[in-house]
Nanobody, 124 residues
Framework: RVQLVESGGGSVQAGGSLSLSCAPK????????MGWFRQVSGPEREGVAA???????DYADSVKGRFTVSADYRKRTLVLQMNNLKPEDTGMYFC??????????????????WGQGTQVTVES
C-alpha cells in the first residue's frame, strides 16, 4: 500500500525558513516522480516544486530562487527547503507521487498518490 507521510510544517515569520519532508512507503521510490503542492483556499492545489525519476526538477515561478526540492534516495525522503518565506506561501502543503516520468511535473492531475498534508503559516 502506497503511503506518503509529510512532516516539518509550522509557523514562521516572513523571511524565515522551513524544511518539509515526505517519507514514501510501499513503492520503489526512485521509479516515481514526486512533488509538492499547496492548497490555500478551495479544492484546487497549486504545483510548487517537483522532481522526476532522472532528477529533473521544476518550480512554480513564485518560488524559484527561494525553494529547493531534493530527493535523498538513501534516506528515502523527499525534501522541500523553503527560504525567504512570504505570507503568500501560507497554505496546506501536500506531497504527491506517481510512477514514471511526467510531461508536466507541476500538474496535480498527473499524480495518483497523495499525503495528508502539513500546514505552513507565514506571518507578516
Amino acid at each position: 500500500r502506497v503511503q506518503l507521510v509529510e512532516s516539518g510544517g509550522g509557523s514562521v515569520q516572513a523571511g524565515g525558513s522551513l524544511s518539509l519532508s515526505c517519507a514514501p512507503k510501499g513503492f520503489p521510490y526512485n521509479e516515481y516522480s514526486m512533488g509538492w503542492f499547496r492548497q490555500v483556499s478551495g479544492p484546487e492545489r497549486e504545483g510548487v516544486a517537483a522532481i522526476d525519476t532522472d532528477g529533473t526538477t521544476d518550480y512554480a515561478d513564485s518560488v524559484k530562487g527561494r525553494f529547493t526540492v531534493s530527493a535523498d534516495y538513501r534516506k528515502r525522503t523527499l525534501v522541500l527547503q523553503m527560504n525567504n518565506l512570504k505570507p503568500e506561501d501560507t497554505g496546506m502543503y501536500f506531497c504527491a507521487a506517481t510512477p514514471g516520468r511526467l510531461y508536466n511535473l507541476l500538474l496535480p492531475l498527473g499524480y495518483n498518490h497523495w499525503g495528508q498534508g502539513t500546514q505552513v503559516t507565514v506571518e507578516s
